[in-house]
């Protein structure tokens, strides 16, 4: 982690990052990937929150990146409370699993405090986020839809008892419906580098997560 500088994202480094996180996503979750196409429209999309988008530096080069989106959770009395999700959040291939992710987390999460957040809610592989606080959805009542609780749900309070053990229903933004036009994600891939599409078990490790859930 010598000679590392975390610092916010600027706009010289759009396709810097863009370019990383579709290095880092390409083939993982479906053939190809659209998260570099979600970041380039994110951030123009009213809940993208450019005070915690960050990019991590070695030796001068980025690799890595985390962007965050305003959510909302509803509790049963239909009150509303302001809360974050973050992703894409990525780290070059060849650096993954050594401690840059993590950092990048903990940064963001310090910053997060400060502006009055004190939740988080995300999709991902519960393997990846458990170690930075991060729990099952079913844990803190937080469910999606209607008593649902995705085994992919995770939940990390950044203070403690913020969700003060009341039922949740939990409600993202929607800056990745960008991603539903599927001819302006290929045409922004296009001006890419060529890469092949492929199948990947993690694709298939993937559905499970997202089609799975926590049901005691």
Known sequence: MNNTHLRLETKNDYRAVEELIREAFWNVYKPGCDEHYFAHMMRHHEDFIPELSFVIELGGEIVGSIMYTKARLIDENGVTKDILSFGPICISPKLQRKGFGKKLIEHSFNKARQMGYDTVVIFGNPANYVGCGFVSCKKKNVQFGTDNFPTALLVCELVPNALDGKLWRYIPSNADACCE??????????????????????????????NSSVIR
């Open 181 to 210: 036009d599927t001819v302006a994600v290929e045409e922004f891939d296009a001006t890419f580098p060529p890469k092949e599409k492929a199948w990947m078990p993690s694709q298939e490790e993937f559905y499970i997560y997202c």
